[in-house]
């Protein structure tokens, strides 16, 4: 899903982008708030902090310069993550219904796994359709 970007925050997207591909690597917090026209680090930061929360970048905690931009297979691997993730679930709900199913069809357990199966179908079919 894509978020709406404030005018600073594309600002920031457009100036990071442009940086890589002209230098090869990525700004410092400071030259994004340059970028911005904000008069402190901590707002230039901010700006970054915002852009990685709404997915138009990664970057790694504690190494500076490591900004990379989100592209499109970036989204698209993580998305299939999250299917094979939710499949896996799905897996392991059908297994343990079917553990409890053979000990005792109606108990508790079984009820509950039941449940469990139906709700992780239904987020994989919603993943899926989407």
């Not at 900004?67 to 999250?82: N, S, Y």
């Not at 239904?122 to 359709?129: A, C, D, E, F, G």
């Amino acid at each position: 899903m894509k978020y709406t970007l404030t005018p600073k925050q594309l600002a920031a997207y457009n100036g990071i982008r442009g940086y890589i591909k002209d230098k090869g690597y990525a700004p410092s917090v400071s030259e994004i708030a340059k970028m911005i026209g904000a008069k402190y680090n901590a707002s230039g930061k901010r700006v970054v902090d915002e852009l990685e929360t709404k997915g138009y970048i990664t970057r790694l905690a504690g190494k500076a310069r490591s900004i990379t931009i989100v592209t499109d297979d970036h989204k698209e691997i993580k998305r299939l993550r999250e299917i094979r993730d939710a499949a896996n679930t799905f897996v392991r709900n059908q297994n343990l219904l079917r553990k409890y199913y053979a000990d005792d069809q109606k108990g508790p357990d079984t009820l509950a796994a039941s449940a469990k199966v139906a709700e992780s179908f239904l987020k994989l079919q919603r993943m899926v359709s989407d």
